[in-house]
């Protein structure tokens, strides 16, 4: 909400028009009576009409915020009369009173959280030829990059592709669903359409580029030159994967190598870094945890995840213990023990050795076999 609270100042600033909202502005399950009130007492009070629609997070029922009366049973008062809501959950067409009459507005609601199939808006769009047409649209785009990242969130929600965009005839289309920023351009360079991405990270899946997209609508599309992505959240959140072997012996040595990792990622001071350990740490490493205010002048925040992290294994008591001989792990360690002899100071094949040593034990144990950083 303090992120949101930005939200008016930047667009009186920005002489904004119209405030585009294609949907998810929050979790039906989740939201409490107080922040509807709050973020619609927010958007109340920009001068600008505001557009939604509902999302598949924030779907239309009602007894949803969305719904006028629910809205001013629950909270005491109405809800701003600037904020126009669809509420159909057939693609509906809007022109507002008082206000630009060359613009008409096109949109549809969620009234459940999984819908999917095409995305009406692109099935026969009814474009109002001598408008600017403007449509907001809660969906998938199948071709957008960010797809390989999240296939899950692709099919809660009806699809399309940026062809369908640019042969739609709107002049530009907000999209609303994947919590990260994309954009798609015709061939004179044109916005035709894109995704903002939330404009706060929520979530540890919300790590990505997210902004407050300013721009100004024109026949055909928005143009380059007017183009503009505010980021309202100080705070990225940043995921570093850091692996580890079985030559860690201290906490300091982890620290060190998350500090490197800091480093690769462009972690900065403004950032939130999800710090997954992985990997193997030395036998007689004891204690699974870290002081993270030695990682406080690197970064925002830090939250380190332990949960794929394992005591490496123990080759000396593995090769002294009798009846492990008896065993497949102990046949193979020892196997493993004379290559590494006859290997003698050949250093490059000590490494494949020991390298093929892990592995060969992950596999016995019936763990994942990947590849490990080399050790030194
Ligand atoms: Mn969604």
């Known amino acids: 909400m303090q992120t949101l609270r930005k939200l008016p100042d930047l667009v009186r600033d920005a002489e904004v028009e119209v405030v585009l909202c294609p949907g998810d502005l929050w979790e039906e399950e989740a939201i409490r009576m107080e922040t509807a009130a709050e973020l619609f007492e927010i958007l109340g009070s920009m001068e600008v009409p505001v557009v939604i629609t509902p ?5 239309f029922h009602p007894l949803s915020y969305y719904a006028r009366a629910h809205f001013e049973r629950k909270v005491g008062r109405p809800h701003p009369p600037n904020v126009h809501i669809f509420t159909s959950s057939s693609m509906e067409q809007l022109t507002l009173e008082n206000w630009r009459e060359d613009v008409v507005f096109h949109g549809a609601c969620f009234i459940h959280s999984a819908v999917i199939g095409t995305h009406e808006a692109f099935v026969a769009p009814r474009i109002v ?21 999240d296939r899950t969130r692709r099919d809660e929600a009806p699809s399309f592709s940026s062809r369908d965009i640019l042969a739609s005839g709107y002049d530009y289309v907000a999209l609303g669903h994947y919590h990260a920023y994309s954009k798609v351009e015709d061939s004179h360079n044109r916005i035709r359409a ?19 997209i300013i721009g100004q609508i024109e026949p055909g599309g928005v143009p380059l030159s007017s183009w503009e992505l505010k980021r309202l959240d100080p705070h990225r959140i940043v995921d570093v994967e850091v692996e580890l072997d079985p030559h860690v012996r201290t906490q300091g040595e982890i620290i060190e190598r998350i ?8 972690v900065g001071s403004n950032d939130i870094a999800y710090v997954r350990l992985r990997g193997q740490v030395a036998p007689e490493f004891e204690l699974f945890e870290l002081d993270e205010r030695l990682l406080e002048p690197y970064c925002w925040h830090v939250v380190v995840d332990w949960n794929e992290v394992e005591r490496g294994y123990d080759i000396e008591s593995i090769r002294h213990d009798v009846s492990m001989a008896q065993t497949v792990v102990g046949q193979f360690v020892l196997r493993m023990e004379e290559l590494e002899k006859a290997a003698a100071k050949d250093s490059n094949r000590l490494e494949i050795i020991r390298l093929a040593r892990m592995m060969g034990l992950d596999a016995l144990h019936g763990k994942e076999v990947r590849l490990r950083h080399a050790l030194d």
């Open 55 to 59: 999302g598949n997070h924030d779907y």
């Open 129 to 149: 030829k001598g408008k600017l047409n403007v449509a907001l649209v809660h969906g998938s785009q199948v071709d957008s990059t960010y797809l390989a990242a």
């Open 194 to 212: 894109a995704y903002s991405g939330v404009f706060l990270s929520r979530g540890l899946d919300e790590m990505r580029d997210h902004f407050v």
């Open 259 to 266: 500090r490197k990792a800091f480093e690769q990622h462009e």
